[in-house]
């Protein structure tokens, strides 16, 4: 049984530059949420993604968006990359809206230069 | 609105010593309660939580939290620790009525010393 995937594992981007992360959930799970931990702290909640909807969104600006899938899947972009964006990149899958049963991914660190 | 505070931004401990990583939250509302563990370059992997029932709750590899109310703590304790318990571990909290986001603390640094 896989648990969570993401890809890229790592990823190098100039400022003003776009990227998109991927994720894929646990078998049997229907529900994606991303996190953003920078370095030294906690992962921050972005947003969260169920039926193919944003359902929930944290105090993230609007450069940051996200798609689900039929398949439940996940993409996270960002555009217009600022250097602040340099963080570790967490996807939680979950079944169902309720978060007390998350499994997280290893994540995507992203550099921004 | 809910934070969650971890004091100890580091905690050194000797291999086989106790250790206790104190967690604090703030919620105007009943919470659901987490401790999840980051080892190095890796995701986050639950180690408890506290849904509803006993106060105490205990984690297959020898950690045990106990959900304290009025004094709205978490604590998580460990009896004697061993070198693989050097990672990071994260205190979380989220609302118990609706289908809230999970908010982290900052983390704390376990280092087990040899």
């Known amino acids: 049984d896989a648990g969570v995937t993401q890809s890229p594992t790592h990823l190098i981007k100039t400022r003003g530059q776009q990227v998109t992360l991927r994720c894929s959930p646990k078998?049997?799970?229907?529900?994606v949420s991303w996190y953003q931990q920078a370095l030294g702290q906690g992962p921050q909640f972005i947003f969260q993604y169920y039926e193919e909807e944003e359902r929930q969104r944290g105090n993230f600006p609007d450069r940051f968006s996200g798609h689900q899938f039929p398949n439940y899947s996940s993409e996270l972009n960002v555009n217009a990359l600022l250097l602040g964006d340099s963080a570790l990149y967490l996807c939680?899958?979950?079944?169902?809206?309720?978060?007390?049963?998350?499994?997280f991914g290893p994540g995507t660190r992203l550099t921004v230069t | 609105a809910q934070s969650v505070t971890q004091l100890d931004s580091q905690v050194p401990v000797f291999e086989e010593a106790p250790v206790e990583l104190r967690c604090n939250y703030s919620?105007?509302?009943?919470?659901?309660l987490f401790w999840y563990v980051q080892y190095p370059n890796q995701g986050l992997q639950l180690l408890l939580k506290y849904l509803s029932g006993s106060t105490l709750v205990e984690s297959i590899n020898g950690f045990e939290a106990e959900f304290n109310k009025s004094q709205t703590s978490f604590h998580l304790r460990k009896p004697s620790v061993h070198i693989s318990d050097t990672a990071e571990y994260f205190c979380?909290?989220?609302?118990?009525?609706?289908?809230?986001?999970?908010?982290f603390g900052p983390g704390t640094s376990l280092s087990v010393i040899p």
């Open positions: 979380a909290v989220t609302f118990k009525t609706s289908y809230d986001k999970v908010i």
């Open positions: 939680a899958s979950s079944w169902g809206l309720a978060q007390h049963e998350q499994y």
């Open positions: 078998s049997g799970h229907d529900t």
């Open positions: 919620s105007s509302v009943s919470v659901y």
